[in-house]
């Protein structure tokens, strides 16, 4: 028995790693916004399929950005920490950019139905 412990702790090892965790996207539909600055952001929010991972893909002024969810007090919060900033809630969102300076650049938003 002693001498087969051995390889069945090797045998569980390789099988742990040669098993890997699958978790696949979910997203929805995009969205579109038209804020009151003019911009249009549009909107592609996914989860992973076990959920401990949500996250934002908004494209505006010819840039792409992907922001994870942050916690919210209310609605739904995506940030990068440090410039993008996207807190939605029903049908109207904030989009801020350069959170981290004095003068933050923040435009109310409402979705396009």
Not at 69 to 80: F, L, Q, T
Not at 103 to 110: A, T
């Amino acid at each position: 028995m002693k001498k087969s412990l051995p390889f069945l702790c090797a045998v569980i090892s390789i099988s742990a790693v040669a098993s890997p965790l699958t978790v696949n996207t979910v997203g929805h539909s995009p969205a579109t916004y038209h804020c009151n600055d003019g911009t249009r952001v549009i909107a592609n929010y996914y989860a992973l399929s076990d959920k401990s991972l949500q996250f934002v893909k908004l494209n505006f002024d010819k840039t792409e950005v992907t922001l994870p969810a942050v916690i919210s007090g209310s609605g739904s919060r995506y940030s990068d920490g440090y410039q993008t900033e996207w807190w939605r809630k029903g049908n109207s969102a904030t989009l801020t950019r350069d959170i981290n300076n004095k003068e933050p650049k923040l435009v109310e938003c409402s979705v396009v139905p």
